[in-house]
T-cell receptor, first 114, second 114 residues
Framework: QKEVEQDPGPLSVPEGAIVSLNCTYS??????FMWYRQYSRKGPELLMY????GNKEDGRFTAQVDKSSKYISLFIRDSQPSDSATYLC??????????????FGTGTRLLVSP | GAVVSQHPSRVICKSGTSVKIECRSL??????MFWYRQFPKQSLMLMAT?????????EQGVEKDKFLINHASLTLSTLTVTSAHPEDSSFYIC??????????FGPGTRLTVL
């Protein structure tokens, strides 16, 4: 079993739809959760960074973390064609020896049609 | 957010030659930088962690003599692919760690070895 599971998609939605992207994880030591957006042939761009369970909102994006279920989500409201990209979840633990490396999901490819 | 640059963005070389890729943090100092490799439609695979002024830490299975990493300053890390072969063709992405503990990615370098 992978540490982080993410449906690769593609997920196709019409413009204006609410998009829900999800990841599940197995390592209860993960404490920090991130969502990155990656356009084709580009590096990942940090969208959201969360620590605690609950919701965090930034514009059209809402990140949700449920540590009890080991489940995180990213919601995109009023989706636009420019949101078409691959969305990667990433997470890491809180190490007592310093930095912990990120563990990535495989990424979900999102296609928003006009 | 913080900006990380990579140079070159694309390189084509002959088999047997060495290629150097530069990663720079433009508006912050990064004591830690990371090098990833990404194959088409796959997630990022961490190759090594680079700390300023010390030797890089390589992930299991990554040949340190083939992928030479130097982190000479707080804003620059380099990856040299030595004696490149066609199987080394890939998308190489660096990231830099900014305080308090966030990774920002470069735009990536596409390496093609003929």
């Amino acid at each position: 079993q992978k540490e982080v599971e993410q449906d690769p998609g593609p997920l196709s939605v019409p413009e204006g739809a609410i998009v829900s992207l999800n990841c599940t994880y197995s390592n209860s030591a993960f404490q920090y959760f991130m969502w990155y957006r990656q356009y084709s042939r580009k590096g990942p761009e940090l969208l959201m960074y969360t620590y605690s369970s609950g919701n965090k909102e930034d514009g059209r994006f809402t990140a949700q973390v449920d540590k009890s279920s080991k489940y995180i989500s990213l919601f995109i409201r009023d989706s636009q064609p420019s949101d078409s990209a691959t969305y990667l979840c990433a997470m890491k633990g809180l190490g007592n020896t310093g930095f912990q490396k990120l563990v990535f999901g495989t990424g979900t490819r999102l296609l928003v049609s006009p | 957010g913080a900006v990380v640059s990579q140079h070159p963005s694309r390189v084509i070389c002959k088999s047997g030659t060495s290629v150097k890729i530069e990663c720079r943090s433009l508006d912050f100092q990064a004591t830690t930088m990371f090098w990833y490799r990404q194959f088409p439609k796959q997630s990022l695979m961490l190759m090594a962690t680079s700390n300023e002024g010390s030797k890089a830490t390589y992930e299991q299975g990554v040949e340190k003599d083939k992928f030479l990493i130097n982190h000479a300053s707080l804003t620059l890390s380099t990856l040299t692919v030595t004696s490149a072969h066609p199987e080394d063709s890939s998308f190489y992405i660096c990231s830099a760690r900014d305080l308090p503990d966030t990774q920002y990615f470069g735009p990536g370098t596409r390496l093609t070895v003929l």
